[in-house]
């Protein structure tokens, strides 16, 4: 049974930074593409950044620059550095494969920025 769990979320000003964990089991993550997904409240889920299994990574626009997706293989955990955090990128953060299984969607952590 795979099971993914965030966590690392909070409350931060404007400018600073957070670090978050998606521990996996039931899944190799250097094995799948892996991503990090974002919903602010009235908006449609988004995803912010992805790496490959080959470790390539890719990152929206909103989010170049400041954001940065690794993972740690002997641990099996995605990393989601983020820094120069903006209230834009207030939001329920979640990781998942890409593209997502629905079935693998965990509660997520909220990341909340204040101005």
């Known amino acids: 049974q795979v099971q993914l769990v965030e966590s690392g979320g909070g409350l931060v000003q404007a400018g600073g930074s957070l670090r978050l964990s998606c521990a996996t089991s039931?899944?190799?993550?250097?094995?799948?593409?892996m991503g990090w997904y974002r919903q602010a409240p009235g908006k449609q889920r988004e995803l912010v950044a992805a790496?490959?299994?080959?470790?390539?990574?890719n990152l929206a626009d909103s989010v170049k620059g400041r954001f940065t997706i690794s993972r740690d293989n002997r641990k099996n955990t995605v990393y989601l550095e983020m820094n120069n955090l903006k209230p834009e990128d207030t939001a329920v953060y979640y990781c998942?494969?890409?593209?997502?299984?629905?079935?693998?969607w965990g509660q997520g952590t909220q990341v909340t920025v204040s101005s």
């Open positions: 998942n494969k890409v593209p997502p299984y629905n079935m693998y």
């Open positions: 039931g899944i190799i993550v250097s094995f799948n593409d």
């Open positions: 790496i490959g299994s080959g470790g390539n990574t």
